[in-house]
């Protein structure tokens, strides 16, 4: 597995929690207002007016062979959701990334607004550790002489929205795709929730990721070495929007610590995503990728 540099120091740091602040303006007695508002800022400063969170599980659901395939094969995913707000998260993976396997992040900047009567409003933005499962040419028969896509580490950035109960997301991610290319990756996300009842929550979200011409040409290019090999059509991927989707996600609490959790969601691939030979004529352009399994909050 490649390690991108600065990832063991910022893992390190992650991990014993040595992350401390340059500088806070967060000061109860000059920002407060009538001791309804509150408005802070700082460098890896936790939001304490937010509770951490904690849950981790195990999910299982159909994912495509490889991005743009039209068969299916049921995937084993953890369930991990560990955060301070303001401060560090831990995620595993999601069906937002096709290729991730988990990502953390540790905060460098964030703004906060809040008031008395329960509104919040927060501007986070750090440092993104994401590891990707890559692509084996044995995944599928179709993949058979493209050559593997190893497993890795990038290190990027994220900038995160919140405001009540809408959620925005925006991230960049570096990775290796073969052949000595670093491939870049931005993805967007943006999420409402709603507490249907007690204990069922629900969400859905809108996505779209736009990739740049390494990134394009390792996942859907073919070259002409490859389309020997295959006996595909040589085909240039070039940089573009990827793909756009939409989710659903779902939490049934079934004890205070317990939840059953499930999440479906559509992409279309687009532009030379959808052109590729593996996708077109071998694939399909319509991407479904679900999951459900059991949490533990703790």
Partial sequence: MKMRHNTVIAIFLLATGSFTPAFSQDDSNNNEVAGKRMLSAGIGFPDNSQPSQRKVGLGIGPFPEYEGSDEYAASTLPLIDIRKPAAYFLQGASINANDGLASAGLTIFHLSYSEESGRHVQLVMGLLIRAYRGRDETDSDVLNGLGDIEQGVGVGGFLEFNAGAWFANFTVSPEDVGRDHDGLLLAFVVEHSAQV???????TGLSTSWADDDYMQGYFGVTDAQATWTGLSRFDSNAGFKDV???????????????LEGEVGYWRLLNDAADSPIVKGEGSTNQVRGLIGLSYQF
């Fill in 197 to 203: 009842s007690d204990g069922l929550r629900i969400s």
């Fill in 245 to 259: 989707g939409i989710q659903l996600n779902v939490v049934n609490e079934l004890s205070p610590r317990w939840s």
